[in-house]
């Protein structure tokens, strides 16, 4: 529903009521969802431009060079609301969403990441939405042949009745035959191509700018997509053989809005004429506003000249793909619906497109840190209840169900980030943030959540070429979640800027909320990174490797796997010095270590898991602070020889090989046997099933 304020000030704009497919073009295009209103004025304070950036914010996807022969693609979306409500549906479609915008580039896609957020999995609702996200990430992804290469799962009580389904899509394109998604010249001609359009999805964009009720399964499931993967496939083949004959003029996916929102952001630089009853359709009786709102999933818009639409046409019944010539581009700037010959929508395409008014509200900051209370448990069982907590143990069950070597680029894509082979070099992706910490200190959080996926990318040896972002959020009609918004968007570009990576595009999701669980999420800026540097896999220590600990420790518990375990409060990780982060990665591309992994999740302890399950560790300090504090901006390398670690502030903490994970603390001694190692890091997987 269109509210109020917007009807009254459309109608004193256009001195008339407005139709039916009018108001349902208003009430999508002008969603929190499409037009940003609350947030657009914060997300032009970011770092945009770069040397590689060929194509910022704005389109369908990014572009970035990677080599003088090949550029990426990339983009990030959500697709939370409709997760909750159908699960599988909703996480598949998400995933065939945001490829579809890489591939509007006229980009092939080659890989996925997924950051995903859900509530504990001791509840079985929690399980079930769980288990059937994943497998629609999966099912898609395998599907479609793009692989699932990187991802985040973390698990906390603010996302139960909301979770958060982030998906990144990165693809190639030669970087002088990128397509972008504004229409070129006036007489040109609009061809609809792929599915057949039905009544599924129908109100989507305006149903992700608005919280969870307690109904919304049952009222909310239509405007959930419905995906088919298999059409996708030869949408992707379709698409990049029109592509190569140089004749299609610009592209956009058909996601949020649907038709109405591809073809009027397309032509929003011109104007265009849509015949809604020349779409190809897979119901009877539809009206000429489900036909434009619907977000039927699986098709594409693409500009051309008349001469060549019987061409396109062609290419798309070679795939075995439907295919309608819906429309044409025309030099007045107004955005017309004709249905039957009657004209059904007649606006300024200006108004329509951009003319959205912003969103302002009250802001009030908080403090939520709580002092630390030592936890009165012994040393071992909790090193064992952070080992076994979901954001740190293995999470194989999860990934076994993704197809991660198809496109056989795939080279290493455990442990801190993913490398994939590309043009002789390594295309490095990490992806992720922190949302306890950044609830607790939301700017400095948010900045760290740059630091943290750099920090990854530099244990394997790879320079940051770009961040796209998702940034979740609960109401921002919350004074206290517009504060979070405004601080997180700030930290974010303050790092970026201080690190030099170009924030390229992304997207934002806002009104996170259930009133079924009375839960509202943490603020979730999710960010996908890419990088490149040399082809390597991540490497284990050998026997006999000094153990080197990189970067100052503070007790900062708060928003820790610790506190998670006992409830211990205290204070979360200041913005970190991100000149450590350079210094880590140009020691891994030198050869001078032999493994690397940044501290986050779990501490010094969690990394020791990782990185030396059997090792001999000596620490001085306090124990809880050295093995469980996050304090961000930290690393854990194994070294054959310290010297090579001369000029770096270091503390050698011990010494690769042994039987056990041995710590000896400064009043006692913790010895965890592989056995126990495994029994704990395994924990997770044994309850993930629902």
Same mark, same amino acid.
């Given at each position: 529903?269109?509210?109020?304020?917007?009807?009254?000030?459309?109608?004193?704009?256009?001195?008339?009521?407005?139709?039916?497919?009018?108001?349902?073009?208003?009430?999508?295009?002008?969603?929190?969802?499409?037009?940003?209103?609350?947030?657009?004025?914060?997300?032009?304070?970011?770092?945009?431009?770069?040397?590689?950036?060929?194509?910022?914010?704005?389109?369908?996807?990014?572009?970035?060079?990677?080599?003088?022969?090949?550029?990426?693609?990339?983009?990030?979306?959500?697709?939370?609301?409709?997760?909750?409500?159908?699960?599988?549906?909703?996480?598949?479609?998400?995933?065939?969403?945001?490829?579809?915008?890489?591939?509007?580039?006229?980009?092939?896609?080659?890989?996925?990441?997924?950051?995903?957020?859900?509530?504990?999995?001791?509840?079985?609702?929690?399980?079930?939405?769980?288990?059937?996200?994943?497998?629609?990430?999966?099912?898609?992804?395998?599907?479609?042949?793009?692989?699932?290469?990187?991802?985040?799962?973390?698990?906390?009580?603010?996302?139960?009745?909301?979770?958060?389904?982030?998906?990144?899509?990165?693809?190639?394109?030669?970087?002088?035959?990128?397509?972008?998604?504004?229409?070129?010249?006036?007489?040109?001609?609009?061809?609809?191509?792929?599915?057949?359009?039905?009544?599924?999805?129908?109100?989507?964009?305006?149903?992700?700018?608005?919280?969870?009720?307690?109904?919304?399964?049952?009222?909310?499931?239509?405007?959930?997509?419905?995906?088919?993967?298999?059409?996708?496939?030869?949408?992707?083949?379709?698409?990049?053989?029109?592509?190569?004959?140089?004749?299609?003029?610009?592209?956009?996916?058909?996601?949020?809005?649907?038709?109405?929102?591809?073809?009027?952001?397309?032509?929003?630089?011109?104007?265009?004429?849509?015949?809604?009853?020349?779409?190809?359709?897979?119901?009877?009786?539809?009206?000429?506003?489900?036909?434009?709102?619907?977000?039927?999933?699986?098709?594409?818009?693409?500009?051309?000249?008349?001469?060549?639409?019987?061409?396109?046409?062609?290419?798309?019944?070679?795939?075995?793909?439907?295919?309608?010539?819906?429309?044409?581009?025309?030099?007045?700037?107004?955005?017309?619906?004709?249905?039957?010959?009657?004209?059904?929508?007649?606006?300024?395409?200006?108004?329509?497109?951009?003319?959205?008014?912003?969103?302002?509200?009250?802001?009030?900051?908080?403090?939520?840190?709580?002092?630390?209370?030592?936890?009165?448990?012994?040393?071992?069982?909790?090193?064992?209840?952070?080992?076994?907590?979901?954001?740190?143990?293995?999470?194989?069950?999860?990934?076994?169900?993704?197809?991660?070597?198809?496109?056989?680029?795939?080279?290493?894509?455990?442990?801190?980030?993913?490398?994939?082979?590309?043009?002789?070099?390594?295309?490095?992706?990490?992806?992720?943030?922190?949302?306890?910490?950044?609830?607790?200190?939301?700017?400095?959080?948010?900045?760290?959540?740059?630091?943290?996926?750099?920090?990854?990318?530099?244990?394997?040896?790879?320079?940051?070429?770009?961040?796209?972002?998702?940034?979740?959020?609960?109401?921002?009609?919350?004074?206290?979640?517009?504060?979070?918004?405004?601080?997180? /968007?700030? !930290?974010? @570009?303050?790092? #970026?800027?201080? &690190?030099?990576? $170009?924030? *390229?595009?992304?997207? +934002?999701?806002?009104?996170?909320?259930?009133?079924?669980?009375?839960?509202?999420?943490?603020?979730?800026?999710?960010?996908?990174?890419?990088?490149?540097?040399?082809?390597?896999?991540?490497?284990?220590?050998?026997?006999?490797?000094?153990?080197?600990?990189?970067?100052?420790?503070?007790?900062?518990?708060?928003?820790?796997?610790?506190?998670? /375990?006992? !409830?211990? @409060?205290?204070? #979360?990780?200041? &913005?970190?010095? $991100?000149? *450590?982060?350079?210094? +880590?990665?140009?020691?891994?591309?030198?050869?001078?270590?032999?493994?690397?992994?940044?501290?986050?999740?779990?501490?010094?302890?969690?990394?020791?898991?990782?990185?030396?399950?059997?090792?001999?560790?000596?620490?001085?300090?306090?124990?809880?602070?050295?093995?469980?504090?996050?304090?961000?901006?930290?690393?854990?390398?194994?070294?054959?020889?310290?010297?090579?670690?001369?000029?770096?502030?270091?503390?050698?903490?011990?010494? *690769?090989?042994?039987?056990?994970?041995?710590?000896?603390?400064?009043?006692?001694?913790?010895?965890?046997?592989?056995?126990?190692?495994?029994?704990?890091?395994?924990?997770?997987?044994?309850?993930?099933?629902?």
């Amino acid at each position: 529903m269109l509210p109020a304020q917007d009807l009254a000030l459309l109608r004193k704009t256009l001195k008339r009521d407005l139709t039916d497919v009018e108001l349902a073009c208003f009430e999508n295009l002008w969603s929190e969802h499409c037009s940003y209103r609350s947030t657009r004025h914060l997300l032009r304070t970011l770092p945009t431009e770069g040397p590689g950036v060929l194509l910022g914010p704005g389109d369908d996807a990014a572009i970035v060079r990677f080599s003088d022969t090949c550029a990426l693609a990339v983009g990030m979306e959500s697709h939370n609301h409709p997760s909750y409500v159908d699960p599988y549906d909703g996480a598949a479609t998400g995933v065939g969403g945001i490829v579809r915008d890489v591939l509007s580039m006229g980009a092939r896609p080659i890989a996925l990441m997924d950051p995903l957020y859900f509530g504990p999995l001791d509840s079985e609702k929690n399980r079930y939405i769980f288990e059937h996200v994943v497998a629609g990430v999966g099912g898609y992804g395998n599907c479609i042949g793009v692989p699932v290469v990187r991802g985040e799962l973390v698990f906390e009580s603010s996302y139960s009745g909301n979770p958060l389904v982030n998906v990144v899509c990165v693809g190639i394109v030669d970087p002088d035959r990128y397509i972008t998604a504004r229409v070129k010249k006036p007489g040109n001609h609009l061809v609809l191509i792929g599915s057949s359009t039905g009544r599924d999805g129908l109100g989507g964009a305006s149903f992700a700018s608005r919280d969870l009720s307690e109904d919304a399964e049952a009222a909310d499931r239509p405007s959930v997509q419905i995906g088919d993967p298999y059409t996708e496939k030869l949408l992707i083949d379709a698409i990049l053989a029109m592509a190569e004959t140089g004749k299609v003029l610009s592209c956009r996916d058909l996601g949020a809005a649907g038709l109405a929102g591809a073809s009027s952001e397309m032509a929003s630089t011109f104007g265009a004429v849509i015949h809604a009853d020349r779409v190809h359709l897979r119901e009877t009786g539809m009206t000429p506003r489900e036909i434009m709102l619907a977000e039927s999933q699986e098709r594409m818009l693409v500009e051309v000249a008349p001469e060549d639409v019987i061409l396109i046409g062609a290419i798309a019944e070679r795939f075995d793909l439907d295919w309608s010539d819906i429309g044409e581009v025309i030099a007045e700037p107004r955005y017309i619906v004709r249905y039957l010959g009657e004209t059904v929508a007649d606006l300024p395409i200006d108004l329509l497109v951009g003319g959205a008014p912003r969103c302002s509200w009250e802001q009030k900051p908080y403090s939520a840190e709580r002092p630390f209370s030592r936890p009165e448990v012994p040393v071992k069982d909790l090193a064992l209840a952070v080992l076994a907590h979901p954001d740190v143990a293995r999470k194989d069950w999860v990934y076994e169900q993704y197809d991660k070597d198809v496109q056989v680029r795939s080279v290493s894509l455990l442990h801190d980030a993913a490398v994939l082979r590309l043009e002789g070099k390594a295309l490095v992706l990490s992806c992720g943030c922190n949302p306890s910490q950044i609830f607790l200190k939301p700017y400095d959080g948010a900045a760290n959540a740059v630091i943290e996926n750099a920090g990854n990318l530099a244990c394997l040896g790879a320079e940051p070429l770009c961040i796209v972002d998702c940034l979740n959020f609960a109401s921002p009609e919350q004074p206290e979640v517009a504060w979070q918004i405004e601080q997180c /968007v700030l !930290g974010l @570009g303050e790092m #970026a800027r201080k &690190m030099g990576i $170009p924030i *390229v595009g992304g997207n +934002v999701s806002l009104y996170n909320e259930s009133d079924e669980f009375d839960t509202r999420i943490m603020p979730t800026p999710s960010i996908g990174m890419l990088g490149r540097g040399e082809v390597r896999r991540w490497t284990a220590p050998n026997e006999g490797d000094l153990i080197a600990l990189v970067g100052r420790t503070l007790p900062d518990f708060g928003g820790s796997v610790l506190d998670a /375990v006992t !409830g211990c @409060g205290g204070p #979360a990780p200041a &913005m970190a010095d $991100p000149a *450590v982060v350079a210094i +880590v990665r140009g020691l891994v591309a030198s050869g001078s270590v032999t493994a690397a992994t940044d501290l986050s999740r779990g501490g010094l302890l969690a990394a020791l898991a990782k990185v030396a399950p059997r090792a001999e560790v000596a620490l001085a300090g306090d124990p809880l602070e050295e093995l469980f504090s996050e304090t961000c901006g930290r690393f854990l390398l194994a070294v054959r020889d310290e010297s090579v670690l001369a000029g770096v502030k270091h503390r050698i903490i011990g010494t *690769v090989g042994g039987d056990t994970l041995t710590i000896r603390l400064e009043r006692e001694s913790i010895v965890i046997p592989p056995e126990d190692l495994d029994a704990a890091l395994s924990t997770t997987t044994r309850t993930m099933r629902y």
